[in-house]
């Protein structure tokens, strides 16, 4: 994949009201934020608040050089006019209910996908065009859909086109199967858990593709340096064993002067194949809390105690892309 990304990606689900409302303004400053930090690679979907996310990261970006940074959308789900008002029916973002989501794979939805979002974008071009979360549809993506992203990067409509999903193993087949350039995995290689590494990083390795790290802090677990038994996993409650481990984590964390987002941050950007760690955010401080987290060095001693204890396998150090 010929792009840079810089180590710390802009996940703009939040900005879009992902659980609770973002106003414009904060929205804007938001970015603002990512950008003086040195982040150069955003990334966003049409599912994200209905549109919202793609409208309001355009704008905030639309006075930027656009060499100077990469952005990623998706495709597979397209947004059809709702008149039946109210909020969000089948999302989880505060936003009105103007449209709904409808689910098309074929050639022809494709394409208008990446039309829809160039428009709301104001861009004339993504760099990455992800098929979202195809896990369930996979003989259908592998059929009509990853053909259609290939046309539309060899017409050089988009820079490269992969495939984002929580499911390690679909994506897997997807890779082998499909000749993506980029896979967004989430939650599937965190500081937490990493199956993606037997069951998605030997494909991507064989096929040369490279990976972006999403979900790090495990839907929220791993985003405070003491896990929060009240916190989420998953979306959803905490089993007491994930809680336990999280704890364990923090301990040896601890142990070495670094606190969990910070050692969960930097840990899938060891493995030379991730290029970036995607993180959604929602506010300036968030920005900057992210940024630090990433920058500041933890000893050595940690991952080497880690892997000791059992708590992460044994994975080199890799260089990832700079901003």
């Keep these: 994949m010929e792009l840079t990304l810089s180590r710390l990606g802009f996940g703009a689900a939040p900005i879009a009201g992902l659980y609770t409302a973002v106003d414009e303004d904060a929205a804007a400053a938001t970015v603002d934020a990512a950008w003086a930090a040195g982040v150069r690679y955003f990334d966003t979907a049409p599912h994200y608040g209905l549109g919202v996310s793609e409208r309001r990261l355009g704008a905030a970006l639309a006075h930027r050089p656009r060499a100077e940074y990469v952005v990623s959308t998706k495709a597979g789900r397209l947004l059809v006019p709702d008149d039946r008002g109210g909020a969000d029916h089948e ?21 208008r996908s990446l039309d829809d979002s160039l428009t709301r974008l104001g861009l004339d071009h993504v760099d990455v065009l992800y098929l979202h979360d195809p896990e369930d549809r996979l003989d259908e993506a592998l059929a009509t859909a990853v053909p259609a992203l290939a046309e539309l990067r060899d017409e050089g409509a988009v820079t490269a086109v992969g495939a984002g999903s929580k499911d390690a193993a679909a994506l897997a087949r997807l890779v082998s199967d499909g000749g993506l350039d980029v896979v967004m995995v989430a939650g599937r290689y965190t500081l937490l858990e990493q199956p993606a590494l037997t069951e998605l990083f030997p494909a991507c390795t064989a096929a040369g593709t490279a990976v972006v790290a999403a979900g790090v802090y495990n839907s929220g677990l791993l985003a405070a340096p003491e896990p929060d038994p ?94």
Aim: aromatic share 6%; proline share 8%.
């Design 91 to 111: 999302g989880s973002f505060a936003v009105a209910a103007t449209h709904r989501r409808v689910w098309d794979l074929s050639r022809d939805g494709i394409r």
């Design 230 to 323: 009240a916190g989420t996993y998953e979306y959803g409650v905490v089993p007491p064993e994930v809680l336990a481990r999280a704890r364990d984590l923090a301990a040896v964390c601890a142990d070495h002067d670094a606190v969990l987002p910070q050692a969960a941050l930097q840990f899938p950007l060891r493995h030379p194949l991730v290029r970036s760690a995607v993180v959604g955010m929602r506010s300036p401080a968030e920005v900057r809390q992210n940024a630090a987290w990433l920058d500041a060095a933890v000893a050595p001693g940690l991952w080497a105690d880690l892997e000791a204890r059992g708590l992460t396998p044994v994975v080199g150090a890799g260089a990832a892309a700079a901003p």
